[in-house]
């Protein structure tokens, strides 16, 4: 694959010359693609995680928003419950975050 495609698809300097090297030799052992396959598929998974938290974030900001274009009561409680989530969502993934830090950001 071409190395702007490569940068295209987010892939690093590094990663690109570290896997993707095979087309300059002469003959490639079937075992080698199938690291590179398997290394893809990760990349695929990696980017996976980073789309669905850009769609989070995109939701976050699109709840902000209209929050603030028409502020009440209960804008700004749609707004606490999503952040409640996104909170939970952390505590999942990082335990140094605790049940207080969801719950103590209600309004």
Not at 21 to 36: G, I, L, N, T
Not at 64 to 89: G, K, P
């Amino acid at each position: 694959m071409n190395i702007q495609i490569m940068q295209y698809a987010d892939f690093s300097l590094e990663e690109i010359k570290g896997k993707f090297q095979f087309h300059r030799m002469q003959s490639v052992d079937p075992a080698y693609y199938q690291k590179v396959a398997e290394f893809l598929v990760a990349k695929k998974a990696e980017m996976s995680k980073k789309i669905a938290h850009l769609e989070k974030v995109s939701q976050l900001l699109d709840v902000a928003v209209e929050t603030l274009r028409d502020f009440n009561y209960e804008s700004d409680q749609r707004l606490a419950v999503f952040v409640r989530e996104i909170y939970r969502d952390l505590h999942k993934k990082d335990s140094g975050i605790t049940k207080e830090d969801c719950d103590g950001n209600q309004n």
